[in-house]
């Protein structure tokens, strides 16, 4: 579904990101862990066009990006759920999950069939649909998050660190909703600094350091190199 061949992107006079490859197929969940500044985000936002790459090609459904604004690969299905959640907090819940499809322009009449579908998968939102945004607490706050990319019905998900000061309990409840997503069928990109909680619902990881991809396969290989992944990410 996205596929991306020798990346490389940089910021101010710094190569953030030194030949990266991926590829992701529908139904396939692919874990991104580093440490701090290793180039999680960094690859994310070249993936959506949001930092331009210097060298490299990406290939979403089947067709180079090249070009393409963030938006309009976010209407094709190509959806990023950045850092930070990024909701807005004077705006009701019901209205944060609708603000995708209006920003884009999606007419779709579907829109209220979409709103019920997130609120079945995440029923606190249901719950708290008419409260602002500002109100939730951190993990209803990255649960709209996530509701919101879905609100596209995306191709592609990607995730910047929903886990992030969350409770574990919280951050269990999302892990195992991107799981439930991939079997269904969508292709999932989860950045994570924790690594464990990312390999335990990944397919495929990649270990990025200083904009390198230092080891990059099945999970299940992380797992059993537990040590060199702790060194890397240390
Ligand atoms: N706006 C910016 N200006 C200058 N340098 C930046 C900027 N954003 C990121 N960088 C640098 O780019 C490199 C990669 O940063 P990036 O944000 O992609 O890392 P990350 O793996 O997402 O880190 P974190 O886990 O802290 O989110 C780092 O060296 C960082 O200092
Ligand atoms: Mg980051």
Request: charged share 20%; aromatic share 2%.
């Amino acid at each position: 579904m996205i596929s991306a061949r020798g990346i490389q992107a940089r910021i101010g006079s710094s190569e953030v990101l030194k030949g990266i490859d991926l590829e992701v197929g529908p139904g396939q969940l692919l874990a991104v862990i580093g440490a701090n500044g290793a180039g999680k985000t960094s690859l994310l936002r070249v993936l959506s066009n949001l930092l331009p790459a210097h060298a490299g090609e990406i290939v979403f459904a089947g067709s180079p990006t090249a070009g393409r604004s963030a938006h309009d690969l976010a209407r094709s299905g190509l959806v990023h759920v950045p850092q930070g959640r990024q909701i807005v907090p004077s705006l009701s819940v019901r209205d944060n999950l609708l603000l995708g499809t209006h920003a884009l322009g999606d007419a779709s009449a579907d829109r209220a069939a979409r709103l019920e579908r997130e609120f079945d998968r995440f029923p606190v939102l249901r719950e708290r649909a008419s409260v602002a945004g500002s109100s939730l607490s951190g993990g209803e706050q990255q649960m709209l998050a996530v509701a919101r990319g879905l609100m596209m019905n995306p191709k592609v998900l990607m995730l910047d660190e929903p886990s992030l000061g969350l409770a574990p309990q919280i951050v269990r409840i999302i892990l195992t909703t991107l799981r439930r997503l991939a079997d269904d069928g969508l292709a999932v990109i989860l950045v994570e600094q924790v690594a464990a909680l990312a390999l335990k619902v990944a397919d495929h990881a990649i270990l990025l350091r200083n904009g390198e991809s230092v080891l990059q396969g099945p999970a299940a290989a992380f797992s059993d190199n537990q040590a060199l992944v702790d060194n890397y990410l240390s």
